[in-house]
């Protein structure tokens, strides 16, 4: 297929999709259930139209040629947002809240979504950061800001564990062990009494920059904002920090080599890729990133337990990733945050809640299991000509990923 | 051509954008339209935080119900110059949900007060969210001594009484009266459970002679308790206590009977006062179990009997639990507050702090830290299927004798 | 020595109680190559059944007047297990065959979502559905020989399994219906080459792990005497580590893999001190082990990959 796109209309394209995506999330955000899945499902309908059409991927270019444009609108909509919000902390403590997991979903997407290594511990591995961060500081009085380091490194090292038995095991058995894991992990806690116990960890302080506590709210141009807004800022910095990280280690040779092993670790093992190391990779650098969303979390809300590190909080970080489209940074950034606002906007259903969110889980995973944004084709173009998109075509993963047997 | 397609893509997300501004307005501005028809006639909310889905729901529904009741009541009065809507919400037994349904409380501008939580550790996530808001805050359910603290006081106050203060008159009837020395305690791992172990074993401390031989913490969902209880069973202990609620509390007693340890006592904390226990184990089974519950015995209260049958003829499907007549004073204590003050936020929580209420539990007025001072308790004994006041009971009397007398 | 005869007699009704959810995780995985996450909320929807007929309806009180209680519990649970039968046919339908073919995360999710579902509609239909409910006794009481371990009901718990087991070894091998789905778990395009009808052989696949589940939910609540709507994901999981333990596709493993577990965590609490509360974690740990040295199970064949 020849491509030509005209530099005006590219530009065009990309501040239509990017102004588009940016303004379905508000709305999303400030109206009720009903619009936020009418407006998905207009999304949905809308992507799938340009799949059929193949315009879609007219539109991944023209948003990857023109990135200057797409992100200056995003880090915008970023700025303004707690301004459009001002009055209501509480959303704009969702938006905080799908900050931090959209984090973790981009790290949990490089054992299930990249290598295929199906992990049911990430709220584990995320539980692992806030716990590290949050002791650091109640118990020995480091600075919150060493937390997020030690946070990321605790993590890492706990994604390490949690990556060996994925040496030995594969598919259902990788995921029961996982499980496994993360009961391990959420039982431990509750029956050490240092980390708290079941009456987990309070009094957690907030980050101070300065002299100045995030904590405080923040007085611009006349208008009062609640103190949320800076951990937006600082949670939408650390998002923007992860998402690059990951679009490049997508790009690099590291990705190309989690997406052999995702198709098929016995070829993959025999031309050459240290299955070993990419899949130890794939746990620490996944768990890093849980890590670091984990002492965010922790500063935040300043109150941490061990519920909310349990079983279904990983199955809700799963979803994020499926729902959002494995293997594409912006579908699983896109996934986490939609999920959270649908989770909130069920808040008015009360006892009927749970029952929604599996149904709902279950009519997206029938009509669409690819997910919003799907895994792409990788396309490698010829150095020799300028075209983009053209040559060969390496396929790698694509419509459906993981084979049955195991 | 190619042009065409990607016109098409940029017309169609920019129709997209259209559309989903026209629903965005349409969503603010019929919000708009609502607020100003409620101005007359006002009516204001009150927050009820509890777990209504997960393993704690039964708990949480009850208490719901019951506070529901109340506000119905107030309402269909007229005695307030305005309307009360209870807005629930689910805190999942999880303190990330319930950080999350507090900023979603404190976020409308209708919401005057607060009232909450079965879990220590999601009351321990919410109040900072409604202290810092400026909104009185009830407990109804949460036993954790450290929340009503100096710093929350007085925004923080809380109608059930702590572990300890459960615990203390509890051993005083079974050890200082009845002479039981040799305990094993049996109670699961919540924050709940834990609490009650940690006041049980000081309270045993107290007593010369009186020991713990043995200590089971077990899950909370957990169904078999043979193996612990065998093992008790060998122990011959004067008395086993249970820290815990309904569920396992009616399999603990089954199971205990079902291997002919029918003439051990068991005693209990308010958690396993509700008829549901009995129903559970059995009338036989149950027969002879001692707990105890803070509060004045509500059956020889008028107001108790009255609550008892506006309860069954406002036809909730599920009985108000061990916890409803708490959250039914706690949502009167806020209306009583409300006659006295108004919809102002800070009047109402000196309003609450200074109240006294004579209500279900008797008259409550809070100390100086927030806590109930009213810590009458009731001895119940279950005689025939009932949950009788010791005083009452042909236990006290002689005619019957508790298991395990000599 | 008591003690530890009363210990084993916990550990081997608790493993059988396992037991009967893991046949039904191997008997799908067998079939379909994947994991029904939903079957112990299945399971805890059999045992409402039973108690919906019995403590709603009234039908055991009504059936005893004309028929001996042994066959009004049969009746009673047969009705129950078909019901959940129902439920199986209904779930494949619904949440398991719109995603064949698709990565094996796929279904495995949607039971889980289906499980939670299940477990919330009980809990919200059901009368007084988020509180514990008792369950109707019917098995007999007393005790064999005047040994207080031995109760009959215990007894006809385990020859309940057993006769599960060899009931399903028969059909499995000597019907033509069960020769079938013998086929279609070892080769499915091969069986579709002989002319067995896959899709039908699914169906009744679902069906009679729908009726074994039922009755292993009658079984487990009639050993607990006490059920909740959320008891079926601690079965679900537990089930689901004794079927990988003891060979996930293998009934027999699934028997053995319950036990195992059951033995740990009776062990465990009634041994260790302080034990109990760690009881959990040991099971996990020994599945996790077992996972990474012997992950074909303890009754599993090796298979060897070919790219």
Same mark, same amino acid.
């Given at each position: 297929?020849?491509?030509?796109?005209?530099?005006?209309?590219?530009?065009?394209?990309?501040?239509?999709?990017? !102004?588009?995506?940016?303004?379905?999330?508000?709305?999303?955000?400030?109206?009720?259930?009903?619009?936020?899945?009418?407006?998905?499902?207009? &999304?949905? /309908?809308?992507?799938?139209?340009?799949?059929?059409? =193949?315009?879609?991927?007219?539109?991944?270019?023209?948003?990857?040629?023109?990135?200057?444009?797409?992100?200056?609108?995003?880090? !915008?909509?970023?700025?303004?947002?707690?301004?459009?919000?001002?009055?209501?902390?509480?959303?704009?403590?969702?938006?905080?809240?799908?900050?931090?997991?959209?984090?973790?979903? !981009? &790290?949990?997407?490089?054992?299930? *979504?990249?290598? *295929?290594?199906?992990?049911?511990?990430?709220?584990?591995?995320?539980?692992?950061?806030?716990?590290?961060?949050?002791?650091?500081?109640?118990?020995?009085?480091?600075?919150?800001?060493?937390?997020?380091?030690?946070?990321?490194?605790?993590?890492?090292?706990? /994604?390490?564990?949690?990556?060996?038995?994925?040496?030995?095991?594969?598919?259902?058995?990788?995921?029961?062990?996982?499980?496994?894991?993360?009961?391990?992990?959420?039982?431990?806690?509750?029956?050490?009494?240092?980390?708290? &116990?079941?009456?987990?960890?309070?009094?957690?302080?907030?980050?101070?920059?300065?002299?100045?506590?995030?904590?405080?709210?923040?007085?611009?141009?006349?208008?009062?904002?609640?103190?949320?807004?800076?951990?937006?800022?600082?949670?939408?910095?650390?998002?923007?920090?992860?998402?690059?990280?990951?679009?490049?280690?997508?790009?690099?040779?590291?990705?190309?080599?989690?997406?052999?092993?995702?198709?098929?670790?016995?070829?993959?093992?025999?031309?050459?890729?240290?299955?070993?190391?990419?899949?130890?990779?794939?746990?620490?650098?996944?768990?890093?990133?849980? &890590?670091?969303?984990?002492?965010?979390?922790?500063?935040?809300?300043?109150?941490?337990?061990?519920? =909310?590190?349990?079983?279904?909080?990983?199955?809700?970080?799963?979803?994020?990733?499926?729902?959002?489209?494995? =293997?594409?940074?912006?579908?699983?950034?896109?996934?986490?945050?939609?999920?959270?606002?649908?989770?909130?906007?069920?808040?008015?259903?009360?006892?009927?809640?749970?029952?929604?969110?599996?149904?709902?889980?279950?009519?997206?995973?029938?009509?669409?299991?690819?997910?919003?944004?799907?895994?792409?084709?990788?396309?490698?173009?010829?150095?020799?000509?300028?075209?983009?998109?053209?040559?060969?075509?390496?396929?790698?993963?694509?419509?459906?990923?993981?084979?049955?047997?195991? | 051509?190619?042009?065409?397609?990607?016109?098409?893509?940029?017309?169609?997300?920019?129709?997209?954008?259209?559309?989903?501004?026209?629903?965005?307005?349409?969503? +603010?501005?019929?919000?708009?339209?609502?607020?100003?028809?409620?101005?007359?006639?006002?009516?204001?909310?009150?927050?009820?935080?509890?777990?209504?889905?997960?393993?704690?729901?039964?708990?949480?529904?009850?208490?719901?119900?019951?506070?529901?009741?109340?506000?119905?009541?107030?309402?269909?009065?007229?005695?307030?110059?305005?309307?009360?809507?209870?807005?629930?919400?689910?805190?999942?037994?999880?303190?990330?949900?319930?950080? +999350?349904?507090?900023?979603?409380?404190?976020?409308?501008?209708?919401?005057?007060?607060?009232?909450?939580?079965?879990?220590?550790?999601?009351?321990?996530? +919410?109040?900072?969210?409604?202290?810092?808001?400026?909104?009185?805050?009830?407990?109804?359910?949460?036993?954790?001594?450290?929340?009503?603290?100096?710093?929350?006081?007085?925004?923080?106050?809380?109608?059930?009484?702590?572990?300890?203060?459960?615990?203390?008159?509890?051993?005083?009837?079974?050890?200082?009266?009845?002479?039981?020395?040799?305990?094993?305690?049996?109670?699961?791992?919540?924050?709940?459970?834990?609490?009650?172990?940690?006041?049980?074993?000081?309270?045993?401390?107290?007593?010369?002679?009186?020991?713990?031989?043995?200590?089971?913490?077990?899950?909370?969902?957990?169904?078999?308790?043979?193996?612990?209880?065998?093992?008790?069973?060998?122990?011959?202990?004067?008395?086993?206590?249970?820290?815990?609620?309904?569920?396992?509390?009616?399999?603990?007693?089954?199971?205990?009977?079902?291997?002919?340890?029918?003439?051990?006592?068991?005693?209990?904390?308010?958690?396993?006062?509700?008829?549901?226990?009995?129903?559970?184990?059995?009338?036989?089974?149950?027969?002879?179990?001692?707990?105890? @519950?803070?509060?004045?015995?509500?059956?020889?209260?008028?107001?108790?009997?009255?609550?008892?049958?506006?309860?069954?003829?406002?036809?909730?499907?599920?009985?108000?639990?061990?916890?409803?007549?708490?959250?039914?004073?706690?949502?009167?204590?806020?209306?009583?507050?409300?006659?006295?003050?108004?919809?102002? @936020?800070?009047?109402?929580?000196?309003?609450?702090?200074?109240?006294?209420?004579?209500?279900?539990?008797?008259?409550?007025?809070?100390?100086?830290?927030?806590?109930?001072?009213?810590?009458?308790?009731?001895?119940?004994?279950?005689?025939?299927?009932?949950?009788?006041?010791?005083?009452?009971?042909?236990?006290?009397?002689?005619?019957? @004798?508790?298991?395990?007398?000599? | 020595?008591?003690?530890?005869?009363?210990?084993?007699?916990?550990?081997?009704?608790?493993?059988?109680?396992?037991?009967?959810?893991?046949?039904?995780?191997?008997?799908?995985?067998?079939?379909?190559?994947?994991?029904?996450?939903?079957?112990?909320?299945?399971?805890?929807?059999?045992?409402?059944?039973?108690?919906?007929?019995?403590?709603?309806?009234?039908?055991?009180?009504? #059936?005893?007047?004309?028929?001996?209680?042994?066959?009004?519990?049969?009746?009673?649970?047969?009705?129950?297990? #078909?019901?959940?039968?129902?439920?199986?046919?209904?779930?494949?339908?619904?949440?398991?065959?719109?995603?064949?073919?698709?990565?094996?995360?796929?279904?495995?999710?949607?039971?889980?979502?289906? $499980?939670?579902? #299940?477990?919330?509609?009980?809990?919200?239909?059901?009368?007084?559905?988020?509180?514990?409910?008792?369950?109707?006794?019917?098995?007999?009481?007393?005790?064999?020989?005047?040994?207080?371990? #031995?109760?009959?009901?215990?007894?006809?718990?385990?020859?309940?399994?057993?006769?599960?087991?060899?009931?399903?070894?028969?059909?499995?091998?000597?019907?033509?219906?069960?020769?079938?789905?013998?086929?279609?778990?070892?080769?499915?395009?091969?069986?579709?080459?002989?002319?067995?009808?896959?899709?039908?052989?699914?169906?009744?696949?679902?069906?009679?792990?729908?009726?074994?589940?039922?009755?292993?939910?009658?079984?487990?609540?009639?050993?607990?005497?006490?059920?909740?709507?959320?008891?079926?994901?601690?079965?679900?999981?537990?089930?689901?580590?004794?079927?990988?333990?003891?060979?996930?596709?293998?009934?027999?493993?699934?028997?053995?893999?319950?036990?195992?577990?059951?033995?740990?965590?009776?062990?465990?609490?009634?041994?260790?001190? $302080?034990?109990?509360?760690?009881?959990?974690?040991?099971?996990?740990?020994?599945?996790?082990?077992?996972?990474?040295?012997?992950?074909?199970?303890?009754?599993?064949?090796?298979?060897?990959?070919?790219?």
């Amino acid at each position: 297929m020849k491509t030509k796109i005209n530099g005006t209309n590219g530009k065009i394209i990309s501040l239509a999709t990017s !102004l588009g995506v940016c303004l379905a999330l508000y709305i999303c955000l400030v109206s009720s259930l009903t619009a936020a899945l009418l407006i998905l499902a207009l &999304g949905l /309908g809308l992507i799938i139209y340009g799949e059929r059409k =193949d315009s879609i991927e007219q539109v991944y270019l023209s948003v990857e040629k023109n990135k200057p444009i797409v992100l200056g609108i995003i880090v !915008l909509f970023v700025l303004v947002l707690p301004f459009l919000l001002h009055k209501n902390n509480y959303l704009l403590h969702v938006v905080v809240m799908a900050g931090i997991y959209a984090i973790v979903a !981009l &790290g949990l997407n490089f054992q299930v *979504g990249s290598t *295929g290594m199906v992990n049911f511990a990430p709220a584990a591995l995320f539980g692992a950061g806030a716990y590290v961060s949050a002791i650091a500081a109640v118990k020995f009085g480091i600075s919150p800001w060493l937390g997020i380091l030690l946070g990321m490194v605790g993590a890492a090292l706990l /994604g390490l564990i949690f990556g060996f038995p994925a040496l030995k095991t594969r598919g259902y058995y990788l995921s029961l062990v996982t499980i496994a894991l993360q009961i391990i992990f959420t039982q431990m806690i509750v029956n050490t009494a240092w980390l708290g &116990g079941p009456n987990g960890i309070p009094g957690i302080p907030p980050y101070e920059l300065a002299g100045f506590s995030f904590k405080q709210s923040l007085k611009i141009l006349g208008l009062t904002i609640p103190y949320q807004i800076n951990y937006i800022y600082l949670t939408f910095i650390f998002l923007g920090l992860t998402a690059l990280a990951a679009s490049r280690l997508y790009t690099s040779r590291t990705g190309l080599a989690w997406n052999a092993i995702e198709q098929d670790e016995i070829v993959a093992a025999t031309q050459g890729i240290n299955l070993t190391k990419e899949k130890l990779l794939a746990f620490a650098l996944g768990a890093a990133f849980a &890590g670091v969303a984990g002492a965010l979390y922790a500063h935040y809300t300043s109150f941490i337990g061990y519920e =909310d590190f349990d079983f279904s909080k990983s199955l809700i970080l799963i979803c994020m990733v499926l729902l959002g489209g494995m =293997d594409n940074v912006s579908g699983v950034t896109l996934g986490a945050i939609l999920l959270t606002i649908i989770d909130e906007k069920l808040r008015d259903f009360a006892d009927y809640r749970m029952l929604m969110y599996s149904v709902i889980l279950i009519t997206i995973l029938i009509t669409r299991s690819q997910g919003l944004l799907p895994k792409r084709t990788r396309k490698y173009k010829e150095k020799s000509t300028g075209m983009p998109c053209v040559g060969q075509t390496v396929t790698m993963g694509g419509e459906s990923s993981g084979s049955l047997k195991n | 051509m190619l042009k065409k397609k990607a016109f098409k893509v940029a017309t169609l997300l920019l129709t997209f954008l259209f559309v989903v501004g026209l629903v965005a307005g349409c969503g +603010s501005g019929s919000g708009e339209e609502g607020q100003g028809a409620a101005e007359e006639g006002k009516t204001y909310k009150i927050a009820f935080l509890g777990p209504l889905t997960g393993p704690n729901a039964g708990q949480g529904v009850g208490a719901r119900n019951a506070f529901l009741l109340a506000v119905d009541q107030a309402n269909e009065s007229g005695e307030l110059p305005f309307k009360l809507e209870v807005m629930e919400l689910d805190d999942e037994s999880k303190p990330a949900t319930s950080a +999350s349904v507090a900023q979603k409380a404190v976020a409308d501008p209708d919401v005057i007060a607060g009232s909450g939580h079965w879990n220590t550790p999601c009351a321990e996530a +919410s109040i900072p969210i409604f202290k810092s808001a400026g909104i009185p805050f009830v407990i109804w359910g949460a036993i954790g001594p450290s929340l009503t603290s100096p710093e929350n006081y007085p925004n923080t106050t809380r109608v059930c009484p702590t572990q300890a203060q459960e615990n203390i008159p509890l051993a005083e009837f079974v050890i200082g009266e009845l002479g039981r020395l040799k305990w094993a305690i049996i109670s699961d791992t919540s924050s709940y459970g834990k609490s009650n172990t940690e006041a049980w074993q000081n309270e045993v401390k107290k007593y010369p002679g009186a020991e713990i031989v043995s200590l089971d913490e077990i899950q909370v969902g957990q169904t078999d308790f043979r193996p612990i209880l065998s093992k008790i069973k060998n122990l011959d202990v004067d008395g086993v206590y249970f820290g815990g609620v309904v569920m396992e509390a009616a399999l603990v007693r089954r199971q205990m009977v079902e291997l002919g340890m029918k003439d051990t006592l068991m005693v209990g904390i308010s958690g396993i006062v509700d008829d549901k226990f009995i129903e559970t184990a059995g009338g036989d089974v149950a027969e002879g179990v001692i707990a105890i @519950k803070p509060g004045m015995n509500i059956q020889k209260m008028e107001g108790g009997k009255a609550f008892e049958e506006a309860y069954a003829a406002a036809g909730f499907s599920e009985p108000y639990g061990a916890y409803g007549p708490y959250a039914y004073d706690a949502a009167n204590i806020i209306i009583e507050a409300l006659k006295q003050v108004g919809p102002d @936020k800070a009047k109402l929580v000196d309003a609450i702090a200074n109240i006294s209420y004579e209500g279900l539990l008797g008259t409550t007025t809070f100390d100086e830290v927030g806590q109930t001072a009213n810590i009458a308790s009731t001895i119940f004994v279950i005689q025939d299927e009932q949950f009788v006041d010791w005083d009452d009971s042909e236990y006290k009397s002689g005619q019957r @004798k508790l298991p395990g007398s000599k | 020595m008591e003690l530890l005869m009363s210990q084993v007699i916990n550990a081997i009704m608790l493993g059988c109680t396992y037991a009967l959810v893991a046949i039904g995780f191997s008997l799908f995985f067998g079939v379909l190559d994947i994991v029904v996450f939903c079957a112990g909320d299945v399971a805890i929807v059999g045992a409402f059944a039973v108690a919906f007929l019995v403590s709603i309806l009234g039908l055991f009180v009504a #059936l005893q007047g004309a028929l001996p209680p042994m066959i009004a519990t049969v009746i009673i649970v047969f009705v129950a297990a #078909l019901f959940t039968a129902l439920l199986m046919a209904l779930m494949y339908r619904l949440v398991i065959r719109p995603l064949e073919g698709r990565s094996e995360l796929m279904p495995l999710l949607s039971t889980i979502a289906a $499980g939670f579902a #299940l477990r919330e509609i009980i809990g919200i239909f059901y009368p007084e559905g988020r509180n514990p409910q008792a369950f109707p006794q019917m098995l007999p009481e007393g005790v064999l020989a005047g040994n207080a371990m #031995l109760s009959w009901r215990n007894i006809i718990i385990i020859i309940a399994t057993l006769l599960i087991v060899g009931l399903l070894y028969w059909f499995v091998n000597k019907t033509k219906t069960g020769l079938s789905i013998q086929a279609v778990s070892q080769n499915r395009e091969a069986a579709v080459m002989v002319g067995i009808n896959w899709r039908f052989i699914v169906y009744i696949t679902f069906i009679i792990g729908g009726v074994i589940l039922g009755v292993g939910g009658f079984l487990v609540a009639s050993y607990f005497d006490v059920i909740r709507f959320d008891m079926g994901s601690m079965y679900g999981l537990k089930g689901f580590c004794a079927a990988v333990v003891g060979g996930l596709g293998n009934v027999y493993g699934a028997i053995v893999g319950g036990l195992l577990i059951a033995f740990v965590e009776v062990f465990v609490s009634a041994f260790v001190p $302080g034990g109990t509360a760690y009881a959990g974690v040991a099971a996990f740990l020994m599945v996790l082990l077992f996972m990474l040295f012997k992950p074909e199970g303890i009754i599993g064949e090796k298979t060897i990959e070919k790219v």
